[in-house]
């Protein structure tokens, strides 16, 4: 999940649109239910895989302005990389699923992270020129923030989630992930809330609900 996922996430950044990069690593989801029930047997009911593909559905169409504008520009390298994200993260979830009853959350994801790091440490060392980084006020705080409260903090927190829940129930709500994007870039960026953004965020909402809805007796 660490090594792989962060790999394929900032290099792809390189190569492709925000709107495909969106689209294409929502597939992770998907991928992640197959992998769970074909290694941990957790069933989706089809209630739960219909609002899967509806919330994939709806992160498409929030995500179908950048992928169609002007702006927009793919190769097969880019989605290659997301690919390696996607595939890294579906795995990792599944194996954070294996070892949630098992291991301390704090220090599963302690290990994770510093698993996953050492093989980018090396790969960063051999490809890049760490001399040639400014380190500047708003680099660092942003490297602290990628690194406290949106990796650490947000690992420990999935892991403590999966404890209580299926995995394939609790990655549903990664469709929301687009819909907390357009939400700080309309209140902090003052980017547009279009039609179809807002028709985006309603369906991939659905989705969710329908996905992580808690089965009754009758289905």
Not at 151 to 168: D, E, G, K, M, V
């Amino acid at each position: 999940m660490t090594g792989l996922g962060y790999f394929g996430m900032f290099h792809a950044a390189e190569f492709v649109s925000p709107g495909l990069a969106t689209v294409v690593s929502n597939t992770q989801p998907i991928i992640a239910a197959v992998l769970a029930f074909a290694l941990l047997g957790d069933r989706l009911s089809a209630r739960s895989r219909i609002g899967m593909l509806i919330g994939f559905a709806g992160t498409a169409i929030v995500a179908a302005p950048q992928f169609i504008g002007d702006d927009a520009r793919s190769t097969g390298v880019g989605i290659f990389y997301i690919l390696i994200a996607v595939c890294g993260v579906a795995a990792g979830n599944v194996a954070i699923k294996k070892l949630a009853n098992r291991v301390d959350p704090a220090m599963a994801m302690g290990l994770q992270l510093l698993v996953g790091s050492l093989p980018l440490t090396v790969l960063a060392l051999l490809t890049e020129r760490p001399r040639e980084i400014i380190w500047s006020p708003p680099f660092v705080a942003s490297l602290f923030i990628l690194a406290l409260p949106g990796t650490a903090l947000a690992f420990w927190l999935w892991q403590t989630i999966l404890r209580a829940i299926p995995l394939s129930k609790a990655n549903a709500f990664s469709f929301l992930v687009p819909v907390f994007g357009v939400t700080i870039g309309v209140l902090f960026f003052a980017e547009p809330l279009t039609l179809p953004v807002l028709m985006g965020i309603g369906v991939a909402t659905l989705g969710v609900y329908l996905a992580a809805r808690p089965e009754t007796a009758g289905g």
